[in-house]
């Protein structure tokens, strides 16, 4: 007998016994519980009293250097031990200057092969910092394509998350660079913001602001309005402000999120609703004043902050790169 036939022949009257000592019926009634990816995903019990967390961290493309190792370390540790749903990037993605296509060495260099633990290859929500201008910034948004975590539509855009039962969370990632006048002047940003219609920016967001009909509305952009590092009086700092500050106030924005500073701050006056939120130090860190009236906490120190957030309330918790939380917060 040929081979092919015997294996035929012999496969052939095992399953012919198989089925005929065992009913179809009986074979149906033993099939396993159907069970859902979800049931058996370690992070699914990681649950506390908020719906939303997320990571934000700026100033850090040093191809690992100057503590962008170990601030990566820890955020992959706590996005692993605590739940997290995304992370924001405020911006100067790629030092010193920027990244000249999506092809560029640097995105392996910086990005890809130091934020590598797996709780870290949720979306990315970046925006463009100063330092990002000085080459193609346009490559950053086209690197989306090739990125599944990098999640970078436009140069300015919005997202919008849900909170339990009905509510949502809106928040708008701008591009302060061209809301700078002498940007337009230097010669290495004023090629990149030449063009760029600041004034369409700022109508596109206050007409979103004011559209809006989200329980907690977060702006992050890379340039703060108040500072308490050395760029307190800074004219980036001042020229953002004076466009910025009206619209954050007249849409009572509870909170504005940003870097360029390279410190961890929390800042917020008396006579405004908008809280000041500064997380810079994802690699070099920067000295920090310490007679800042409006300051709640300053830290010249490498870390994250981390914010969680449900109906009510939002926390900030900072983290430093040793995995200590340095300063924590809660706004309502």
């Not at 294996?7 to 069970?35: D, E, H, Q, Y």
Request: some cysteine.
């Amino acid at each position: 007998m040929k081979r092919r036939e015997f294996m035929k022949s012999t496969l052939g009257g095992a399953l012919g016994a198989t089925f005929t000592a065992v009913p179809f019926a009986n074979l149906a009634a033993a099939l396993p519980t159907r069970i859902e990816s979800e049931d058996i995903n370690a992070r699914a019990a990681l649950t506390d009293a908020y719906d939303l967390h997320f990571i934000a961290v700026g100033d850090w493309g040093r191809n690992g250097a100057d503590h962008q190792l170990q601030v990566a370390a820890q955020m992959g540790k706590w996005a692993t031990e605590n739940p997290n749903d995304f992370i924001i990037s405020t911006g100067d993605n790629f030092y010193p200057s920027g990244v000249v296509s999506e092809h560029d060495p640097l995105w392996h260099y910086s990005y890809e092969n130091i934020y590598t633990d797996f709780a870290l290859q949720w979306d990315w929500y970046p925006i463009l910092g100063n330092h990002d201008y000085k080459s193609d910034p346009d490559a950053q948004v086209r690197y989306s394509a090739i990125s599944r975590r990098w999640k970078m539509p436009a140069r300015y855009y919005s997202k919008t998350f849900r909170l339990k039962g009905a509510a949502e969370v809106l928040i708008a990632f701008i591009d302060t660079n061209p809301l700078i006048p002498e940007f337009y002047k230097n010669s290495e940003y004023g090629p990149h913001v030449a063009n760029q219609q600041p004034e369409k920016q700022l109508a596109w967001l206050d007409e979103l602001l004011g559209a809006s009909t989200a329980r907690w509305k977060i702006v992050v952009g890379h340039h703060p309005i108040y500072s308490a590092g050395p760029r307190t009086e800074n004219y980036d700092t001042l020229a953002v402000r004076q466009v910025l500050e009206p619209i954050l106030d007249r849409h009572a924005v509870p909170v504005y999120l940003s870097g360029h500073e390279h410190s961890l701050q929390h800042l917020k006056l008396d006579n405004k609703s908008t809280h000041q939120l500064i997380s810079g130090a994802g690699s070099e860190i920067t000295p920090v004043k310490e007679d800042i009236a409006y300051s709640q906490y300053q830290a010249s120190t490498y870390g994250f902050m981390y914010v969680a957030l449900n109906q009510d309330e939002l926390r900030v918790q900072c983290i430093d790169h040793e995995g200590k939380v340095t300063y924590q917060t809660v706004v309502y």
